[in-house]
């Protein structure tokens, strides 16, 4: 499968922000989606995942009740809507996909991931 993000972009703190994912290739309803950021000098860690059906979703503590995953498999895009943007959000955001057959709450090291997107910026002024 291959990801392209988009959607990044220069927000004030506390303003909101939508990330999509458009995949391409194989049966994207075959995948658990997820997102991940990385800021300069840190590892690349957790966002958010989702489950194949969008039935069940995760979240790193850091973003729950701010951010929300979800997906259209129709459409074959994945969506991150960011709220309450902080300064320490700011970060290259990717989204990842992989076919583990995991409960959803398990998946959130990358090196689970087999797939990723290119990356988009999302840059949080104070």
């Known amino acids: 499968v291959q990801l392209q993000a988009s959607g990044g972009g220069l927000v004030q703190a506390g303003g909101s922000l939508s990330l999509s994912c458009a995949a391409s290739g194989r049966t994207f309803s075959a995948y658990i989606m997820a997102w991940f950021r990385q800021a300069p000098g840190k590892e690349r860690e957790f966002v958010a995942a989702?489950?194949?059906?969008?039935?069940?979703?995760n979240y790193a503590d850091s973003v729950k009740g701010r951010f929300t995953i979800s997906r259209d498999n129709a459409k074959n895009t994945v969506y991150l809507q960011m709220n309450s943007l902080k300064p320490e959000d700011m970060a290259v955001y990717y989204c990842?996909?992989?076919?583990?057959?995991?409960?959803?709450?398990?998946?959130?090291?990358?090196?689970?991931?087999?797939?990723w997107g290119q990356g988009t910026q999302v840059t949080v002024s104070s």
């Open positions: 990842a996909a992989t076919q583990r057959d995991q409960l959803i709450a398990t998946v959130y090291r990358p090196t689970q991931y087999a797939y």
């Open positions: 989702i489950s194949r059906y969008g039935t069940r979703s």
